[in-house]
């Protein structure tokens, strides 16, 4: 997912620009297998994303993100799931969404 799951979907202050830096750090772990078929299964998700954009680089500092996220991935198959919360953390600049919990919904394929 190249997204910064903090940000919500549509806010053009933070996801708007020429410029921009991304970095993710996101560890997977298994919860359970939903039945005995193999490819399916549920996933905990606990990550980490910084990055920023902007037309310039004191534009890309000054709208820079870091949040923390929780979730589950859920697999069906070669597809998946991904519901994902993301808290943004405060770093010295204005919080996206006002600081508070961000949702999000995807689809994506597991290979």
């Known amino acids: ?7 919500p ?4 202050r933070f ?6 830096f991304y970095s993710t750090l ?3 772990f298994p919860i359970a297998t939903l039945s005995s078929y ?8 606990l990550a980490a994303d910084f990055g920023g954009v902007g037309d310039g680089l004191n534009d890309l500092w000054g709208r820079r993100v870091l949040d923390l996220v929780f979730g589950v991935n859920v697999g069906f198959a ?9 808290q943004p953390v405060g770093i010295g600049v204005p919080l996206p969404n006002d600081g ?3 949702f999000n919904f995807s689809l994506a394929w597991r290979y």
């Open 38 to 45: 193999p490819l399916v299964d549920l996933e905990g998700v």
């Open 78 to 86: 070669p597809i998946v799931v991904r519901l994902h919360f993301a």
């Open 9 to 12: 979907f549509g806010d053009t």
């Open 26 to 28: 996101e560890l997977q």
């Open 15 to 20: 996801l708007l620009g020429r410029e921009f």
């Open 100 to 102: 508070n919990l961000t």
């Open 1 to 7: 997912m190249i997204a910064l799951r903090g940000v």
